[in-house]
């Protein structure tokens, strides 16, 4: 999509909140609207969250590829971003969707379906 920007237009009292990676990344948790389902963990940096404040679809960083991506652009299972939320540490955002199809790069709705670590015992 394009490589990695340096100087972003993100607005500079949003960008002095925020405590990036040494690589310049903020954890951006994604979540369903109305349900609160935690759909997937994406990478954003300054660059990308600016995209999806000004656009309103969720766009992040790929580590692997090293390219800003716009979810639902290559698979058609968008984001339509209603809110995005701030941590109080400034190193954790909550970007709230409207999520169409599936989230997970294995076609399944969530990233957080596979592998339960630990559940509450039935009573």
Known sequence: MSARVEVSQLD???AARLRRTPD????????QRGTGEV???AWMDDEALHRTLTSGRATYWSRSRQEYW???DTSGNTQAVHE???DCDGDALLVVVDQQGAAC????RTCFDADVLLAAPTP
Do not use: F
């Not at 790069?105 to 399944?108: A, E, L, P, V």
């Open 105 to 108: 790069h294995t076609g399944t």
């Open 12 to 14: 500079p009292q949003i």
């Open 24 to 31: 310049g990344l903020v954890c951006a948790v994604t979540q």
């Open 84 to 86: 995005v939320r701030l």
């Open 70 to 72: 716009v979810k639902g």
């Open 39 to 41: 759909l997937m963990v």
